[in-house]
Structure formats: structure tokens, C-alpha cells
């Protein structure tokens, strides 16, 4: 019975422990979406996962996806990004084979008007 109870404790933390992606944005071939419960800040700095969703099927190397997701870094202060980690999916909504995966953190850019990289950055560092 103990077994049972424990079994059923951890069903309930891993689930509640899955992301929940929150729609950002969206264009004829892309959504984006974030998980709010990622977001951390520290003085003008924020980091967040977001979930990038196609849909058409995407390649890299050969290896067809139709979902990224990725940790970047933002600088809410200068208005600058950088990808910490990024993995690619086979199917949707981070679903499926792991394509790709890995930690890496690229160079600083500037946040480009009106893009995606835009509403994200804003998301992050835009107290709520």
C-alpha cells in the first residue's frame, strides 16, 4: 500500500513539474510560447526557456524537426540576448525524438524591433 501511495506522489510532482507553454506570439508558419515558471531575473538580467513550435517540418543535418526549445540570456538593460541551450524535437510542442541538443552560450546581439526575440526579451524582463 505504501508502494501505492509513493507511486502516486510521484506521478503527481512530475506532472505538475512539466512546462507549461504560454502562447507569446505567432505568424502564418511559427508560434512561440514560453514557460513563465523559468523566468529568473537578477538586476538587469533574465533568463527564460521558450519553445519555438513550426509548422513545417524543419532540418538540421538531416534530422527533420518541428520544435525547438531554448534557454536564452537577456540584458534588460542594454537590450541584448544570447542562447545559453537549444534542443530540436521531431514533433510538435517539444514532443518526440530528441534531434539535437545542447549547453552553449553564444554572443551577445542586440534585440532586433518587432521580432520574436523582441517579445521574448520583453517578456522576461517586464516585471509582473
Same mark, same amino acid.
Given at each position: 500500500? &505504501?508502494?501505492?501511495?509513493?507511486?502516486?506522489l510521484l506521478?503527481?510532482?512530475s506532472?505538475s513539474?512539466?512546462?507549461e507553454?504560454?502562447?507569446v506570439? &505567432?505568424?502564418e508558419?511559427?508560434?512561440?510560447?514560453?514557460?513563465?515558471s523559468?523566468?529568473?531575473r537578477?538586476g538587469?538580467m533574465?533568463?527564460m526557456?521558450?519553445?519555438t513550435?513550426?509548422?513545417?517540418?524543419?532540418?538540421d543535418?538531416?534530422e527533420?524537426y518541428?520544435s525547438t526549445?531554448d534557454?536564452?540570456e537577456?540584458d534588460?538593460?542594454e537590450?541584448?540576448? &544570447?542562447?545559453r541551450?537549444?534542443?530540436?524535437?521531431?514533433?510538435?510542442?517539444?514532443a518526440?525524438k530528441?534531434v539535437?541538443?545542447?549547453?552553449y552560450?553564444?554572443?551577445?546581439?542586440?534585440?532586433?524591433?518587432?521580432?520574436?526575440?523582441?517579445?521574448?526579451?520583453?517578456?522576461?524582463c517586464?516585471? &509582473?
Amino acid at each position: 500500500m &505504501r508502494k501505492v501511495i509513493l507511486m502516486m506522489l510521484l506521478a503527481g510532482v512530475s506532472s505538475s513539474a512539466m512546462a507549461e507553454w504560454v502562447n507569446v506570439g &505567432r505568424n502564418e508558419n511559427t508560434a512561440i510560447y514560453v514557460d513563465q515558471s523559468t523566468v529568473q531575473r537578477s538586476g538587469n538580467m533574465a533568463t527564460m526557456w521558450h519553445l519555438t513550435d513550426f509548422n513545417h517540418v524543419h532540418e538540421d543535418m538531416g534530422e527533420p524537426y518541428l520544435s525547438t526549445k531554448d534557454q536564452n540570456e537577456y540584458d534588460c538593460k542594454e537590450a541584448k540576448w &544570447r542562447r545559453r541551450a537549444s534542443s530540436q524535437h521531431s514533433k510538435n510542442m517539444g514532443a518526440g525524438k530528441v534531434v539535437y541538443s545542447d549547453s552553449y552560450t553564444t554572443k551577445w546581439k542586440p534585440v532586433p524591433p518587432d521580432s520574436g526575440i523582441e517579445i521574448l526579451w520583453k517578456f522576461a524582463c517586464i516585471k &509582473r
